[in-house]
């Protein structure tokens, strides 16, 4: 279905307009939503712009965690696409991407739907892997799609109204560390929470003081940690690499997402991983006609740092996409992101207003200060497109006054 001032119209491969251009910006990501926001403030002249998106909303990941600790709703982190569309002129459809032909500048979608594109933007999420382990697709709750691990973990909820869980996140990263904590803290006596890291202890390529701060939040937060592999799930048993099985009545896979398969066909330029290699402009470096940034982009030349749930890839600079796509729909010359890693601070949301950071140096802190610095950060990204995060997201003492400083290493 595809959406256009209000309406909701069929999509159809119509001719495009004589000299009009056509820029498909594909994923509902944070850079989309800037280049929206610019957009409906600034229209492109002679520019035809279609949003391809597999659902309705843009879902703020880091404050995933919050929601789950029912420490805030759906509408805090959740964008709708429709309005910022809407704003922007921009028509609005809603499919998945099948594949994608570079040689012809076309993208097929679900439904046997297709798209032709003069300039083409990815700004999408990686995806669940559920093969990675035997019993996994049938028995357990992937994070990703969110917005179906949003609706299923309602059933969690109620079932734990009626019995004691056994629950086990499975995945070493930030991403797994903050959900485990957060179900812990949203079931509290209901449920039973253990973290299986895949292997090697959590967080695993952090300095050591880090690691530790986390294994210290995860006990003070009564989770279990298994720093162990999981080989298999089946029924209500998880099977350990090395040999122990644990009860679950709920896994819960948080690993490392992957890219979507469209990616290993498209033929465009792709590092070990199969993610998009792109150059500082946020070209890729085989079709410069393909711009891209988020989960799927990784820079030429600049190894991935460790992440959470937002890319172990850099962030563009806010507004840095936009201007580049404005500028190469008109000829003119591109701006350059010339960082360099590190790429900033790792933060942790680890309940109660406390976080974690990791900054550089291999240095950390720790407190309801760090808190309430991250609670900021997340409302002046979201607070760009209309959201707010309620006082009492992070806990009404931690998002009132910035506390004082409570310990560092």
């Known amino acids: 279905m595809r959406h256009f001032g209000g309406r909701s119209l069929e999509l159809s491969d119509d001719p495009r307009p004589m000299n009009h251009k056509h820029l498909v910006l594909l994923g509902g990501g944070e850079s989309h939503l800037e280049v929206l926001r610019q957009l409906a403030a600034s229209p492109l002249p002679g520019v ?27 509408q805090d982190i959740a964008v709708p696409l429709a309005p910022w569309a809407e704003r922007a002129q921009a028509e609005l459809v809603e499919a998945e991407l099948l594949s ?67 629950l086990v996140v499975v995945g070493g990263d930030a991403a797994a560390v903050e959900l485990s904590i957060a179900i812990q803290r949203r079931l509290k006596r209901r449920a039973r929470v253990a973290l ?41 048993q998880m099977q350990l690499g090395q040999g122990m099985r644990l009860g679950c009545d709920a896994p819960v896979v948080a690993e490392p997402p992957s890219p979507p398969l469209w990616l290993f066909d498209s033929g465009m330029s792709l590092d070990a991983d199969g993610f998009l290699v792109t150059g500082p402009t946020l070209q890729t470096l ?41 500028r190469f729909l008109a000829g003119g010359t591109l701006e350059r992101d010339e960082r ?31 808190g309430w610095l991250k609670a900021r950060a997340d409302a ?22 910035p506390p004082d400083s409570e310990s560092a290493a």
């Open 48 to 74: 035809r712009v279609t949003l391809v998106a597999p659902s309705p909303y843009h879902v703020h990941l880091p404050r995933l965690p919050a929601w789950v600790a029912g420490r805030c709703e759906f």
């Open 100 to 166: 994608i032909d570079p040689s012809q500048r076309r993208l097929n979608l679900s439904g046997g739907r297709s798209l032709t594109y003069d300039t083409l933007s990815v700004d999408a999420l990686a995806v669940a892997h559920r093969e990675s382990i035997p019993g996994a697709r049938g028995h357990a709750l992937f994070v990703r799609p969110v917005l179906q691990f949003i609706h299923l973990w309602d059933a969690v909820i109620k079932l734990s109204e009626q019995q004691i869980l056994s």
């Open 196 to 236: 299986v890291t895949g292997g090697g202890p959590p967080l695993a390529l952090a300095p050591e003081p880090f690691r530790q701060r986390v294994k210290v939040a995860l006990k003070r937060n009564q989770v279990t940690l298994f720093e162990d592999r999981c080989d298999a799930i089946s029924g209500r």
């Open 286 to 326: 085989s079709h410069p006609e393909v711009f891209a940034c988020g989960e799927l982009a990784v820079r030429s030349g600049q190894a991935a740092s460790p992440g959470g749930w937002y890319p172990s890839r850099p962030t563009p600079p806010p507004g840095l996409l936009a201007t580049n796509l404005r």
């Open 340 to 370: 360099r890693p590190p790429w900033g601070v790792q933060m942790l949301d680890v309940a109660d207003g406390r976080a974690l950071a990791r900054l550089r140096g291999g240095l950390s802190v720790e407190g309801r200060w760090v």
């Open 380 to 401: 002046r990204l979201l607070e760009r497109f209309g959201l707010e995060i309620p006082p009492d997201a992070l806990g009404a003492e931690t998002a009132a006054n």
